[in-house]
């Protein structure tokens, strides 16, 4: 017979679980979620109450759920289910066994109001902003680079893809609000190319072409501590190279920026030197022609402090699982580029407070 579990033996389990390490209740401790509270209240609008009525949810509980989310790449649905479930996402949100959870309709609803506002790009800086007053400045220059993210594959015909491309609703699709509502108009198709190897002979291979589907996520992270610093979003067949003046932050206190070679252009580095910038960016090799010595020496150099922003893709393909799902909500009134936006900012919003877990308990930033 199974016994019925009582407070103390919910509090022996939160203790076993603070003793295997917990990084929510890490955060809960080193972040005063308080501070987003003016930012969500003037985002979400909320009604006085004078009618009645159910109260509405906590705005900083929301907005914690949302990280939950980002932090685990979970659906709403299943957000909702290990909110209920789950010891540590109680203990974070502070939440009591009996306590009311917001469904899945509410947490797409309040998500859906943060779009609205724009205010995803807003909390980002907020948080940003406290890092810099914590001490942890934007230092050593900055590394730039994109990583496309995954979305459900859409299966159309050349002619839908066509007028998909042209900004145009397919022919029938208008007449068919179920079958538009399960299309994304807004992620595409990109291939991306992985180097092969060379044999153990020295023979060439031919390098891998791989197809993928969805958006692209757009980041700027400092040398010194790795934060995301600077973000945009865009469908995955946008040129990289053309959002670097997107995401460079104008704050870092060296001026040395590094990117691969989708980024160098006679426009980049006339814009970088502008500003002051130094050009950090790989040399690509010259057509028909093998690359210098030189050359290739002064990539790998770079290709070294480069290789610091594949950390923050592997986190959050990773144990993150970001992906954007854009399917399967009927309500979806709006485009689904501006949803992608708000899931990508969230998840590099979770990025960063994550990474500051493992900063504090570095040496103090210099």
Not at 104 to 128: H, M, P, S, Y
Not at 270 to 288: C, F, T
Not at 293 to 307: E, F, I
């Amino acid at each position: 017979m199974v016994r019925q579990a009582g407070f103390f033996d919910v509090e022996e389990r939160l203790r076993e679980l603070s003793a295997k390490g917990d990084d929510l209740e890490r955060i809960a401790a080193l972040l005063d979620f308080a501070l987003f509270r003016p930012e969500l209240e003037r985002a979400v609008p909320r009604a006085d109450g004078t009618k009645g009525g159910r109260p509405a949810f906590d705005h900083v509980l929301m907005f914690k759920i949302l990280l939950l989310q980002a932090m685990h790449g979970l659906s709403d649905e299943r957000c909702e289910y290990l909110t209920k479930d789950r010891l540590s996402f109680m203990r974070f949100l502070g939440l009591g066994l009996a306590a009311p959870v917001p469904d899945a309709n509410t947490i797409w609803a309040f998500r859906e109001a943060l779009k609205r506002a724009g205010a995803v790009e807003r909390l980002f800086a907020q948080f940003d902003a406290t890092l810099r007053a914590a001490g942890y400045l934007a230092m050593g220059g900055q590394i730039v680079d994109a990583t496309i993210v995954a979305a459900p594959k859409q299966r159309n015909t050349e002619a839908e893809r066509a007028a998909i491309k042209a900004g145009q609703i397919p022919e029938g699709w208008a007449e068919k609000p179920a079958k538009l509502r399960q299309k994304d108009r807004d992620a595409r198709w990109t291939v991306k190319f992985s180097k092969a190897k060379p044999r153990e002979d020295g023979a060439p291979q031919v390098d891998l072409a791989v197809p993928a589907f969805g958006y692209k996520n757009h980041v700027a992270i400092d040398r010194r501590h790795g934060l995301i610093r600077g973000w945009t979003a865009s469908h995955a067949a946008a040129h990289d190279g053309a959002r670097l003046s997107e995401v460079v932050d104008a704050d870092n206190t060296a001026g040395d920026v590094w990117a691969d070679t989708a980024y160098r252009s006679a426009k980049n580095e006339a814009w970088l030197a502008e500003r002051g910038l130094v050009s950090r960016i790989h040399r690509k090799k010259p057509p028909g022609r093998p690359m210098p010595a030189r050359t290739r020496r002064a990539n790998a150099r770079k290709s070294a402090v480069r290789s610091a922003v594949e950390h923050v893709f592997a986190r959050q393909k990773g144990p993150m699982a970001l992906v954007v799902r854009t399917i399967g909500i009927a309500r979806a009134r709006a485009r689904a580029r501006a949803r992608a936006r708000v899931k990508i900012g969230l998840a590099n919003l979770a990025y960063n407070i994550k990474r500051l877990v493992w900063l504090s308990s570095r040496p103090a930033p210099a």
